[in-house]
């Protein structure tokens, strides 16, 4: 994988392909930036921002539990 012998221990790695291929895609979409959405899950992007990319006429999580407790 990411052309090392073993999974572990090669961390330095993973970013340096991690961060070359987040490059590529923005790179890729940098001329339809309304086509690709980036989201910071620990900054507090959610569900409103997906829903409103993908659709933004559904601002509503569509899914109710409608089961009562008996």
């Not at 992007?45 to 899914?63: A, I, N, Y």
Request: proline content about 6%; overall charge negative; hydrophobic content about 30%.
């Amino acid at each position: 994988m990411y052309g090392v012998p073993c999974l572990t221990g090669h961390e330095d790695t993973y970013q340096a392909v991690f961060e070359r291929q987040n490059r590529e895609i923005c790179d890729y979409f940098s001329n339809r930036p309304n086509d690709l959405l980036q989201m910071d899950v620990g900054a507090g992007d959610g569900w409103e921002k997906l829903v409103t990319f993908l659709s933004p006429t559904h601002l509503q999580f569509p899914h109710v539990n409608r089961r009562t407790a008996t």
